[in-house]
């Protein structure tokens, strides 16, 4: 059974840090790109960061770019997303995704979020001004 569980969000201030993880099973990690992507109330699911596990390529949207850093411990089948300098505007539900990616899937963190295969059951992330 593949599941996605993530775990880390809570309730902080603007200026705040928060550091969500996300521990994969059911399937070989090195084999998937990880993503995080986020729900405001209203909006719709917007890609946050991914990662490569094959080669550690990572992509930030631009307005997390600078303030996020994704990362991987692909030994214990978890990434991470380490959250520095919080708004606002950041408040969402965190989701963790998952792609299956081949070694020449080099655009994969690019893919729509309807491509992702797999996905976690969220972190609620608020950010009180």
């Known amino acids: 059974e593949v599941q996605l569980v993530e775990s880390g969000g809570g309730l902080v201030q603007a200026g705040g840090s928060l550091r969500l993880s996300c521990v994969a099973s059911?399937?070989?990690?090195?084999?998937?790109?990880m993503g995080w992507f986020r729900q405001a109330p209203g909006k719709e699911r917007e890609r946050v960061s991914c990662l490569r596990s094959s080669d550690g390529n990572t992509y930030l949207a631009d307005s997390v770019e600078g303030r996020f850093t994704i990362s991987s411990d692909n030994a214990k089948n978890t990434v991470y997303l380490q959250m520095n300098s919080l708004k606002p505007e950041d408040t969402a539900v965190y989701y963790c995704?998952?792609?299956?990616?081949?070694?020449?899937?080099?655009?994969?963190?690019?893919?729509?979020?309807?491509?992702?295969?797999?996905w976690g059951q969220g972190t609620q992330v608020t950010v009180s001004s």
């Open positions: 995704a998952a792609i299956r990616a081949g070694p020449s899937d080099y655009d994969v963190c690019y893919s729509l979020r309807e491509e992702y295969d797999y």
């Open positions: 059911g399937f070989t990690f090195d084999d998937y790109a």
